[in-house]
């Protein structure tokens, strides 16, 4: 599928048509007040905290469901309509506690509040899973030395994932991609440099045995959180991939469609990967991804386009602006369809005019 027609099919069917749905209703049910009051008046704090996958409950004496919090120094009267931080001097109605956690400007929080309460929300506990945030108490993982690639390992790599080796060096480089010697196997690793998460391949592509399973998310790791978000805020684009090998493609495609140079760094997206179609997106992360363009490169299967459908309604009410590449139709060179985004460096010349420009 054409990205333009990825794009218009994204924006239609997840951003306009429910958008327009609720506020028509919404509109024609209120009369006599203004929207916003209206909104205000059926949509409370204790509505809006598990939308956002919050942990706990709100009460007159909880933690800040946003920051770190050891002392429960946050506070939500027993109706709802009001909140306050006493360590921060911070506080509120419903609309600012909505504006706090969305991280949204004040106009675009009042608009999405409007929307929001017309629908009721009653499906968004079920579509936003609650976490347990990076802030309470959730000790780091302790995990083995992990080291820089040599230029014999991103040969290595580059054959064993049929991926160009200045893709890998684009990954290393940004602290992503980095090696070891696992269960006495070397491996190549994706992982953050604050080491919070870090998923482990082997080099010769087999599975570990002690799992059964090519891919060992390591003991600890917050499997959450998306490897790269952090350093992807000086970027206006990111392309959030399913999985390690779609990662390291994703580094090579924005470099041979973006950047000036093969040498050169001068991209407008950087890859950005959920590690397993299971996980949803870690909420601290979720501020991360406002006002970014977000393209998601799911699986061409049942999970994976599941798992677009989850991180979608994640990032959209977060302010991202998303959408997201379809495989459908496109061909390797040896006829067999494209899966992923790795697959994608197979393709066929049909399959490559079809496809346009894959990073947004």
């Not at 994204?10 to 958008?19: D, I, N, P, Y």
């Not at 909505?98 to 079920?126: H, V, W, Y």
């Not at 054959?159 to 480089?173: D, K, N, P, V």
């Not at 990032?315 to 060179?333: E, P």
Request: charged letters at 25%; a positive charge.
């Amino acid at each position: 599928m054409k990205i333009a027609a990825a794009r218009a099919k994204s924006r239609a069917g997840v951003h306009s048509e429910r958008g327009r749905t609720t506020m028509e209703a919404l509109n024609s049910h209120y009369s006599g007040q203004s929207a916003l009051a209206q909104a205000k008046a059926c949509l409370s704090i204790h509505r809006l905290w598990p939308y956002f996958g919050f942990p706990g409950k709100p009460s007159t004496s909880c933690r800040c469901p946003w920051r770190e919090d050891n002392r429960p120094s946050f506070s939500v009267n027993a109706d709802g309509t009001l909140w306050k931080d006493f360590a921060k001097d911070e506080g509120g109605d419903a609309v600012d506690f909505f504006q706090r956690a969305s991280n949204l400007s004040k106009k675009d929080a009042c608009r999405k509040f409007i929307e929001f309460a017309g629908g009721q929300i009653t499906s968004a506990p079920r579509l936003v899973q609650p976490f347990q945030r990076a802030e309470d108490n959730k000790p780091k993982p302790a995990f083995p030395d992990f080291r820089i690639g040599t230029a014999a390992d991103f040969a290595q790599l580059a054959r064993l994932r049929t991926i160009g080796r200045e893709g890998l060096q684009f990954a290393s480089e940004r602290g992503l991609l980095r090696f070891a010697m696992l269960k006495n196997l070397p491996a190549w690793i994706i992982t953050d440099p604050a080491r919070l998460n870090a998923q482990a391949r082997r080099m010769d592509g087999q599975v570990w045995e002690h799992i059964g399973a090519k891919a060992w998310t390591l003991p600890g790791a917050w499997a959450s959180w998306p490897i790269g978000i952090r350093e992807s805020q000086l970027f206006p684009c990111i392309a959030l991939c399913e999985g390690g090998p779609d990662f390291l493609a994703a580094h090579y495609l924005s470099l041979w469609e973006q950047a000036s140079h093969p040498g050169r760094r001068d991209v407008r997206c950087v890859p950005v990967a959920m590690l397993g179609a299971s996980q949803r997106i870690h909420p601290d992360a979720l501020p991360y991804f406002a006002s970014k363009h977000v393209r998601i490169f799911g699986h061409d299967d049942g999970a994976g386009r599941k798992a677009v459908k989850h991180w979608a309604v994640q990032l959209k009410y977060k302010g991202a602006n998303v959408d997201a590449f379809r495989f459908t139709g496109l061909l390797k060179s040896d006829g067999k369809p494209v899966n992923d985004l790795n697959d994608s460096l197979l393709m066929e010349a049909v399959s490559f005019s079809a496809a346009g420009r894959i990073m947004p």
